[in-house]
């Protein structure tokens, strides 16, 4: 993939990158995004409808076996050529911020450190009452369908996955240690969102607003990208990543 040469020269130059990821960058390891229509039993249910506290309070086991299959799928994922080469963005990268939407965990199993997830992880399990973790997920190696939810070891109440259902507030401290860097950063990427769910789809207006180069990886036309100071790479993550760090780091030791 060709990478405008301006645009290679503005992310090797730039003082500090944020990445901002949704579930497009882990479409590629096989885990459905959310606009797509989900797989066999869960087909019949919407994302939306399924991760809310209301869900869960009306159906514990139906909201619990939903997240064990997405666990099984999680579990036989690994992360791909796009989560790779924001690992070596953060080599060669003066400053790299990255903030994840997804509870997916696969930047981290990349090699990612210090990344910012702002709607929590699948693979860990807090009780649902006193919100504390406790990880009964691996005392459940299978992701077999239950009955209802494991309880808490401590309380009895049921667990759930510690992951920001819609209607439940963001972690204070990461939503404004993402908002600080968008405010601050002088490239934005956002890769494979949809930019539909807030408060994170408002990280890169603030980055725009705050005077940012504003780059947009998604195979699809994306709102907003016909700003002067902004680029869309209409590509998937796995062809558009690797382009990127190869065109502003090419023979500069490895990439
Ligand atoms: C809250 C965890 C308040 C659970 C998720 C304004 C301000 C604040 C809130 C709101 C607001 N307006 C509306 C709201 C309410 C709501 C919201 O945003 N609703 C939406 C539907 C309109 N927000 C909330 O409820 C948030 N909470 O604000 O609370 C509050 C404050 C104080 C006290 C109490 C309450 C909580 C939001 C978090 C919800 N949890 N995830 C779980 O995963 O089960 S969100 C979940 O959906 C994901 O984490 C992700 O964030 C989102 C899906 O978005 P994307 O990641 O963008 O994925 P999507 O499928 O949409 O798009 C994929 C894209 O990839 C597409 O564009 C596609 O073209 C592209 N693509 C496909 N293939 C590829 C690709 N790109 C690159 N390469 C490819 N190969």
Redesign the pocket.
């Known amino acids: 993939m060709q990478i405008p040469e301006p645009l290679a020269r503005s992310v090797r130059d730039a003082r500090h990158v944020v990445a901002l990821t ?4 882990s ?2 390891s096989g885990l459905p ?4 229509a989900q797989t066999g039993l869960w087909a019949r249910y919407r ?2 409808d399924l ?1 809310t506290p209301e869900a869960f309070a009306r159906d514990p086991a139906l909201v619990w076996n939903w997240y064990a299959w997405r666990r099984s799928l999680v579990r036989a994922a690994e992360p791909n050529a796009a989560h790779y080469a924001l690992v070596r963005l953060a080599q060669h990268a003066a400053r790299l911020t990255l903030i994840t ?3 997916d965990g696969l930047h981290r199993r990349a090699g990612s450190a210090d990344v910012i997830e702002l ?2 992880d ?1 693979m860990r399990t807090k009780c649902s009452r006193e919100g504390t973790v406790v990880n009964a997920v691996d005392a459940h190696p299978s992701d077999d369908a239950l009955e209802a939810p494991p309880r808490c070891p401590r309380c009895g109440a049921y667990l759930r996955p510690d ?8 972690p204070s401290a990461s939503l404004e240690t993402a908002s600080e860097a968008a405010a601050r950063c002088d490239v934005f990427l956002s ?10 789809a408002s990280l890169l207006p603030l980055a725009l607003e705050s005077g940012a180069a504003v780059v947009v ?4 036309p994306q709102p907003g990208t016909d700003h002067e100071r902004a680029w869309h790479l209409q590509a ?3 062809e558009a990543l690797p382009a990127l760090v190869e065109a502003a780091w090419q023979g500069r030791g490895q990439v």
């Open positions: 949704g579930a497009g960058i479409a590629e995004t959310f606009r797509e994302p939306e991760a939407q997804n509870v709607h929590g699948v992951v920001v259902w819609f209607g439940e507030a963001l890769i494979g969102t949809s930019g539909i769910v807030f408060p994170a990886v998604n195979p699809e998937s993550a796995t």
